[in-house]
């Protein structure tokens, strides 16, 4: 019974590790980060790891993707100043 979930995680996984790798935009790979932290902490969850899915889910679905939207929103500030000074 566990194995098709398992099976089914772990695909979840790789669709989301490799749509990450194939988005261009910072923005939105921040966005799919996210989505691959939360697919990674219900594979844990599956593979009976409470306490590293707990962690995934902070670190890798809301922290880290918060960062990169952060780091991404004040790089681009001062391109959009530089531009309207023109």
Do not use: H, N, W
């Not at 593979?47 to 707990?54: E, I, K, R, S, Y």
């Amino acid at each position: 019974m566990d194995d098709p979930l398992i099976v089914v995680a772990l695909v979840l996984v790789a669709v989301s590790a490799t749509a990450a790798v194939a988005v261009r935009d910072p923005a939105r790979q921040a966005l799919v980060l996210a989505v691959l932290g939360t697919v990674l902490a219900v594979l844990f969850t599956v593979l009976q790891a409470p306490d590293v899915a707990l962690s995934q889910l902070a670190v890798g679905s809301a922290l880290t993707p918060l960062l990169i939207m952060l780091s991404v929103r004040k790089v681009r500030r001062p391109q959009r100043k530089k531009e309207a000074d023109r």
